[in-house]
Each structure stands twice: as structure tokens, then as C-alpha cells.
């Protein structure tokens, strides 16, 4: 659902009990002669929606950054987008679709790594693994994992697009 769709039903659901309140405050007074405490009351239900929903849109701008910063390590800043305004796209236990798997290794890597120093094989690890991770999202694909100098890669999920082979 869309937060603008929730803030609408809400704040129509506002006015409704606000009028409704009203509605009965006159006829109370006019055909009954009580008179019932007007403004204050209907003051509170305003202020009342208004915590309400400044409560749930920070809640869910706090869920929404959550979820950003969880998923933006392993997938591009699109599929997060489209993720965070289409969260029914994630199902819990998965689905079976049609990816293509990247694995991506350093031929001679063993050799390399035992002929660099400590802080130069993790410079050489990061600068190489940031770049190809930065390819990664750029093609669309998702981030599994890292296995030493290896990386493993999905297109086409948790968003399926036809040409995820190609892309890989």
C-alpha cells in the first residue's frame, strides 16, 4: 500500500469522527438543551491524528533507511528503491525463478597472496573486490557473497528482468 493511500484513508477518518462529534454536539444543544464540551474535545481529536500520523511516517522513514542501508550493500540503488515501494516483491522463504549465477575467482590468486605483505594483499582484496562489486550492481545483479577472492553474484533476483544472462 501506498503511504500517501494510509495518510488519505486516516485523515479521512479524522474528519469523519470530527464531524461526527460536531453533528452530535448541536444536537445535543439544540434538541436537548446540554451543552457538551465543543472545542476542546474536537481539539483533541485533531491533535490526536495529527501525533498519530507524524508517528507513523517517522516509524516508517526509520524502517525505510533500515532497509536501505541492509540491502544497499548487496544490490544496487534501484532494486532498493523498488524494493523499499514494493515490499510484497520480497518473500519470506523465496521463490523459484530464472537467474543467472556469476562466480568471478583470481586465477593464480594463492600465489599472488603469498608474495604480498599482509596490509598489501587486503589493499589489493578491497580495491579489486570493490570494483567488480561496483560492476555487479551496475549490470543489475545482486550480491551473495565474498569467498576470499571469489564473488558470487545472482541476476534476475530478488527482481526479475529477461536479459539477467546477458547482463551476467
Keep these: 500500500k501506498s503511504s500517501a493511500l494510509t495518510a488519505g484513508i486516516n485523515f479521512l477518518i479524522m474528519v469523519g469522527v470530527a464531524a461526527l462529534y460536531t453533528v452530535i454536539c448541536f444536537y ?8 457538551v464540551p465543543f472545542l476542546i474535545p474536537l481539539a483533541l481529536i485533531v ?3 495529527l501525533f498519530v500520523f507524524l508517528y507513523r511516517f517517522l516509524t516508517e522513514e526509520k524502517e525505510k533507511l533500515k532497509m536501505k542501508s541492509m540491502f544497499s ?16 516483491l520480497l518473500k519470506l522463504g523465496g521463490e523459484w525463478a530464472d537467474c543467472t549465477v556469476f562466480f568471478s575467482d583470481v586465477a593464480g590468486f594463492t600465489s599472488i597472496s ?4 599482509p596490509e ?12 567488480m562489486t561496483d560492476i555487479v550492481f551496475t549490470y543489475g545483479g ?4 565474498y569467498i576470499g577472492d ?16 546477458l547482463k551476467a
Design 114 to 117: 603469498e608474495s604480498l605483505k
Design 28 to 35: 445535543m444543544f439544540a434538541k436537548l438543551y446540554i451543552n
Design 142 to 145: 545482486t550480491l551473495d557473497k
Design 120 to 131: 598489501e594483499l587486503v589493499e589489493l582484496l578491497n580495491e579489486y573486490l570493490t570494483a
Design 150 to 165: 571469489a564473488i558470487v553474484a545472482i541476476y534476475g533476483a530478488p527482481i526479475h528482468f529477461k536479459d539477467h544472462a
Design 73 to 88: 550493500t548487496y544490490v544496487n540503488k534501484e532494486v532498493v528503491e523498488s524494493l523499499i515501494d514494493n515490499p510484497d
Design 47 to 49: 491533535i490526536t491524528f
